[in-house]
């Protein structure tokens, strides 16, 4: 069992992979005014994990929703995990002419796995973590072919992972924060490359999170 208790920290931290990839200009993402559609890629490292993601995203001016498909790889297992996730919100735009957007955020994400086969049989673990809170993201010219992006991104964080061994399920729940900061590259306002540093706060495994991911937006017709 001390494998399913490791492999059951690092699915805490494994929470904040994906959340800097999440939304538009309010997650350093084009913005879908320009280009409504989004196809994306998203790989992320923490301490113990890796996980690679793939999403569709799409919305327009006023809202905004995601989903994407992942794999998670634990370093201390042989076997993987498997992440269904879905991002939702609305966008408000600053006074003005300011390009500065503020998004209110709904982040839900489920894992499948590992499965850990001992001597006392096979170990399926699954999580599930709900995350909501409010990205800010502006877009700063460079040139008329590039910008850069600075966004960050601050939510309250619960997440739950079940473990279930021989007929019998156990359960640990933790409620807490995550705190998202970027600064992403956008290039001809459809194709960005995100970088991103996403710190837990308050949970057991607290180590800290980069991603690196790159989207391209298709503009309407």
């Not at 600053?94 to 709904?106: D, I």
């Not at 673990?125 to 909501?132: K, P, R, Y």
């Amino acid at each position: 069992m001390i494998r399913v208790a490791h492999i059951t920290s690092a699915l805490a931290a494994v929470t904040a992979l994906t959340s800097a990839a999440a939304a538009q200009v309010c997650i350093g993402r084009p913005s879908l005014t320009v280009a409504p559609v989004h196809l994306g890629v998203a790989a992320g490292f923490t301490d113990g994990a890796k996980r690679v993601d793939g999403d569709l995203g799409f919305g327009n001016a006023a809202a905004f929703g995601r989903v994407g498909l992942g794999l998670i790889d634990y370093d201390n297992t042989d076997e993987n995990a498997t992440a269904i996730s879905a991002r939702g919100g609305l966008t408000y735009k600053a006074a003005g002419r300011s390009t500065v957007t503020v998004c209110p955020m709904l982040e839900l994400d489920y894992g499948l796995g590992p499965n850990l086969r001992s001597s006392a049989g096979t170990a399926k673990i699954t999580q599930l973590s709900v995350a909501g809170g409010f990205a800010v993201g502006g877009v700063v010219d460079v040139n008329p072919g590039f910008a850069v992006v600075p966004n960050a991104f601050a939510a309250i964080v619960h997440s739950s992972v079940r473990t279930k061994l021989r007929g019998e399920t156990d359960s640990n729940s933790e409620t807490g924060g995550s705190i998202v900061g970027g600064l992403s590259l956008l290039f001809n306002r459809v194709f960005a490359i995100v970088p991103s540093l996403a710190i837990p706060v308050g949970f057991d495994a607290s180590d800290p999170t980069f991603s690196l991911g790159v989207v391209i937006g298709f503009r309407g017709r």
